[in-house]
């Protein structure tokens, strides 16, 4: 089981990122995707997730909302979260991880994650 995340990197207050989420190793559309967020000095925190199945249910934290959005695509084992707006509160590593849902449309931030990528780094600054 794998899952990378990649597409990080340095950006100015107001600009934009994609982060990209590939998974293998497990049947990917059971599994709802979240990402999560580690900032210096601070716990880490769910930002958003997605279902698993083709009417997936995404949930963001309100700190993000409108500003990111998160969207999958079964076929290529992938899980895009587009960063528009950033500010310099954003900096932090950014992981994916992956909940077993049953193939469900529903994802919830709160539950306990199966499996972990590494992260990748985002950083706001002028």
């Known amino acids: 089981v794998q899952l990378q995340a990649s597409g990080g990197g340095l950006v100015q207050p107001g600009g934009s990122l994609r982060l990209s989420c590939t998974a293998s190793?497990?049947?990917?559309?059971?599994?709802?995707i979240a990402w999560f967020r580690q900032a210096p000095g601070k716990e880490r925190e769910g930002i958003a997730c997605?279902?698993?199945?083709?009417?997936?249910?995404?949930e963001y934290t309100d700190s993000v909302k409108g500003r990111f959005t998160i969207s999958r695509d079964n076929a290529k084992n992938t899980v895009l979260l587009q960063l528009n707006s950033l500010n310099p509160e954003d900096t932090a590593v950014y992981y994916c991880?992956?909940?077993?849902?049953?193939?469900?449309?529903?994802?919830?931030?709160?539950?306990?994650?199966?499996?972990w990528g590494k992260g990748t780094l985002v950083t706001v600054s002028s």
């Open positions: 991880a992956a909940d077993y849902t049953y193939g469900s449309s529903w994802c919830s931030l709160g539950r306990e994650y199966d499996y």
């Open positions: 997605i279902g698993g199945s083709t009417d997936d249910s995404t």
């Open positions: 190793g497990f049947t990917f559309d059971y599994y709802a």
